[in-house]
């Protein structure tokens, strides 16, 4: 089966880091991706990770580890902008590249 | 324009009529899918294209629910015999069709069945 596992919500401060979880179960794997969904908005692409180890984009990192079917999104420097839902996604292997979505942590930071 | 572009942006129906929604891809983009997403929900997928290929459909909830992207650019979602179940916020992604691309959403369209 498929499975992808965030939790559902985290509140941080103004300043702050956060590191958001996401643990999958797939059948395939292609990698994954992260999204940030502002309420009433469609996602928007933040990082990709197919290989083990941390990838640094800016204020917004992301670590994979294939073995253990984990990955992190780490926000460094909060801003009251960041606060929206935050997407894990699995890239399903094979040919039709779907992708296989988490329910999504909701993020509030608060001054 | 730059990105993916979907109409409506909203739609409201009567339970039991057909609606049509339209995604008009990021050009260049061959590959274009489908997702419904229900409010705190991620996207579920519904289908795939590859050009004017419909290589999945798996997603797609019930034989009422039809996809086409004829020329392999604008696709189009069918829902026929709407029910209130219908009523969620249907995205349109596409991308380049590389594995490694991501896939570039639009704003959706948000639909409510009366």
């Known amino acids: 089966g498929q499975n992808i596992d965030q939790p559902t919500e985290m509140t941080a401060t103004e300043g702050a880091i956060v590191q958001i979880n996401c643990t999958y179960q797939?059948?395939?794997?292609?990698?994954l991706f992260w999204y940030q969904q502002h309420a009433g908005e469609a996602p928007t692409f933040l990082s990709y990770n197919v290989l083990d180890g941390l990838e640094e984009k800016g204020r917004f990192s992301s670590f994979l580890s294939r073995s253990k079917g984990y990955s992190y999104l780490l926000l460094k420097e909060l801003q009251m902008k960041d606060s929206a839902s935050y997407l894990c996604?699995?890239?399903?292997?094979?040919?039709?590249?779907?992708?296989?979505w988490g329910l999504g942590t909701s993020l509030a930071v608060n001054p | 324009g730059a990105g993916v572009s979907q109409s409506p942006r909203y739609k409201v129906a009567k339970r039991g009529q057909d609606v049509a929604l339209r995604c008009d891809p990021i050009s260049g983009h061959v590959s274009l899918f489908w997702y419904q997403q229900a409010l705190g929900q991620g996207p579920e997928f519904l289908t795939y294209f590859q050009n004017e290929a419909q290589l999945d459909k798996s997603g797609l909830p019930s034989d009422r629910f039809f996809a086409e992207r004829p020329e392999g650019s604008v696709s189009t979602l069918k829902i026929q015999r709407t029910q209130q179940e219908d009523s969620a916020v249907y995205l349109c992604?596409?991308?380049?069709?590389?594995?490694?691309?991501?896939?570039?959403f639009g704003d959706g369209t948000r639909l409510s069945i009366l």
């Open positions: 797939t059948s395939g794997f292609n990698g």
């Open positions: 992604a596409t991308s380049r069709g590389d594995s490694n691309q991501p896939q570039h």
């Open positions: 996604a699995v890239h399903h292997a094979g040919n039709n590249r779907k992708l296989i």
